[in-house]
């Protein structure tokens, strides 16, 4: 990062500026994990909605469901609609409440779900494998205050807490940063200033960006004129990607919400025990060293 009183001093990230990108990373990690154990049956914010159903043990209205599979309201109406559409669920009016819709697992759902358990139960334990099993059950603890879920919510595997303090943190980012630039941006500039200029490919593994979303990132930061990208020397095919002026006078503008925002990620965790915290983070990000993860995919 640059000297937040513009005199051009660089230097890693602190502890704090480096949550967003471990959340990030702990998510691709996720990501690849849950593809290879459990394929494309379904995504983990549609198992967690699923699962929620199935522990509910009676059908939920929506709000309800969204609520405690930590969902916001937006994602899990597009959730159910999918699901329902391919069969997994029924909604239904109560009888009892004329506008209440009750929204249940359909029965070839229910033995379906049953039998991802040992492939779900296998992507926990493989993403949590880094961290030592007298801190596991600490790093969950801590990573739910993190994520600030819903005291009601009954999905606390890791990858789906994860998730949703990947979530907490984009808010944050939002209201700290407005449009100035995302999240992904932020991270590109910020490993060119650290580590210089560098191949497309390299910088988009380092700077925890998927591939569905590299290209878009890297074409709006040289139309803003804060990189730009030139043929490698040693190899006319290869493209390698510069920081520029406009790029450093950016980072040096946002140091200071930057900042706010891991303050802020990592607020309802005490503070003595935060450092614990993001150093397990890191152990977990490095778990699973899949070059550029995939993104979230559909939900």
Known sequence: ????????????????????????RCHQVHNVLWSEEVGATLTPSQYSLLATLAGAGSGLDQNTLGTRAGLDRSTTAGIVRRLKDQG?????????????????LTAPSGAALAGL??????????FLAPVAPADRD????????????????????????????????????????GGQLTGPQFAVLDVLLRAGDMGQGALAEASAVDRSSASDVLGRLEARGWTERTADPLDRRTRRVALTPA???????????????????????PEGERERLVDLLGLVAGGARAPLAPGPGPQ
């Open 1 to 24: 990062m640059v000297d937040p009183d513009g005199h051009g001093q660089e230097r890693g990230p602190g502890r704090g500026a480096l949550v967003g990108h471990l959340l990030r």
């Open 88 to 104: 997994w669920l029924r909604q239904v009016r109560d009888p009892r409440y004329g506008r209440r819709q009750v929204i249940s």
């Open 117 to 126: 358990a040992p492939p779900v139960a296998r992507v926990q334990s493989r």
């Open 138 to 177: 600490w790093f969950v603890a801590h990573l739910a205050q993190v994520a600030d879920v819903d005291p009601s919510a009954q999905d606390r595997r890791p990858g789906h807490l994860i998730r949703l303090a990947q979530q907490r943190h984009a808010v944050l980012w939002s209201e700290e940063l």
């Open 247 to 269: 790029g450093r006078e950016v980072l040096r503008n946002v140091h200071r919400p930057v900042q706010r925002v891991q303050e802020r990620i990592l607020a309802p965790v």
